[in-house]
């Protein structure tokens, strides 16, 4: 006789379906079960959620995933990487130079698919000489952080506080510039302890790695001109020329970018900006008092800490115009425990490597006792 799930072998496939995807995507499911429950004990008309959603800081990250998807899949990316270290003899020098990759790729195509370029690079080297694989992911992390601040492109807290704050790219860059060299003259310093100057042999890295010269071509240039319209505050326009080009030419540009990474950021807007108005939220917020740029700056380093420093920044920006000190804390929030930055997370599940969740902590959380130290003396006499 048919039992009841041979009958109904979806619904009884339903619950372990569930259980998978909350495992595999947490934060989007956290902000799904977040809005579920904010509806029923603060109803809101649903048709007025789309409304807390700042629209061109959404438009301008799918702008830029996708023009980033297709210079990775153009593989020039990888080439450039296997070209940097193809000379390198020895430990400590290959660090460094993964290091400033990662920081340097972070600043231009963010910090997420800067770690999806270097740390399968430093799988497939490892397959060729011993690395070690857990340091140097630890410290890609750590990397991707630090450079990512410098520009609004290098993650999703820049990129929403230079639309909020409607600040140039260039005085951006500049304002953000002490910070970023700080952090990163810290990680150098850092690196050059933990990695030894033994000799490696990286000769049989021979692969030759390809190049679709025509597809990355015309992404750089398309590159270029979406952060000019961007900038000017046009995302809208760019991304229709990019989206629509890409569609008729190389759909997997489109089709292949993160779309949860763009539902979450959606959902974050919608969450956060509900949470934000809630009575007693706002009056514990206001109290704090934000208007002054150094209470922003710790605001953001401290909150960073128990739910990323995007959900952060966004929550946040509704308490405080100053979007200098708000992007120094939510920078310098990035580091300490793993969920400050999701580029921590990305990296850890990309690289595979079991028991790196003590050695990192006992890297990162030093390294954010220090550097929110030295971030805080940057914003109040610089």
């Known amino acids: 006789m048919p039992t009841a799930d041979d009958v109904h072998p979806a619904r009884s496939n339903l619950p372990r379906k569930l259980v998978s995807f909350a495992l595999k995507e947490p934060v989007l499911t956290i902000l799904i079960a977040a809005l579920v429950v904010l509806q029923c004990a603060r109803p809101q008309p649903w048709l007025a959620l789309p409304k807390l959603v700042d629209w061109p800081t959404v438009m301008t990250l799918a702008g830029l995933l996708m023009l980033t998807k297709a210079i990775e899949r153009s593989g020039l990316l990888m080439w450039l990487a296997h070209r940097v270290v193809h000379r390198v003899r020895s430990e400590r020098t290959l660090a460094c130079l993964l290091i400033g990759l990662a920081a340097a790729l972070s600043m231009l195509v963010t910090n997420d698919v800067a770690l999806f370029v270097v740390v399968p690079l430093v799988l497939s080297l490892h397959a060729l000489t011993p690395l070690p694989v857990k340091r140097l992911t630890i410290f890609l992390a750590l990397a991707v952080n630090a450079g990512s601040i410098l520009t609004p492109l290098g993650n999703p807290q820049n990129l929403f506080l230079w639309q909020v704050g409607a600040v140039p790219f260039g005085r951006f860059v500049l304002a953000m510039l002490p910070l970023c060299a700080l952090l990163m003259a810290m990680l150098s310093v850092l690196a050059w302890f933990a990695f030894k100057a033994k000799s490696l042999d990286l000769s049989r890295d021979v692969e030759k790695q390809t190049v679709e010269r025509a597809y990355a071509g015309v992404a750089a240039v398309l590159f270029v001109a979406f952060v000019l319209l961007a900038d000017s505050h046009h995302a809208g326009i760019g991304l229709i020329g990019v989206a629509g080009g890409f569609v008729l030419w190389r759909r997997d540009a489109v089709l292949k970018i993160d ?24 009056d514990t917020v206001a109290h704090l008092g934000l208007d002054s740029a150094l209470r922003a700056y ?13 959900p952060a920044a966004i929550m946040l920006a509704q308490f405080t115009k100053d979007w200098r000190a708000l992007a120094f804390g939510v920078s310098v929030g990035g580091f300490g425990v793993a969920i400050g930055s999701l580029a921590n997370l990305i990296a850890v599940r990309i690289s595979k490597v079991r028991g790196i969740w003590l050695p990192f902590h006992l890297v990162s959380v030093p390294f954010w006792l220090v550097a929110g130290v030295l971030g805080g003396w940057l914003l109040v006499h610089l």
Not at 263 to 281: E, T
């Open 259 to 282: 779309w949860a990474l763009l539902l979450i950021f959606v959902l974050m807007f919608v969450v956060l900006r509900s949470v934000a108005a809630l009575s007693w939220v706002h």
């Open 298 to 310: 710790v605001a953001g380093a401290v909150l960073s800490q128990g739910i990323s420093n995007v």
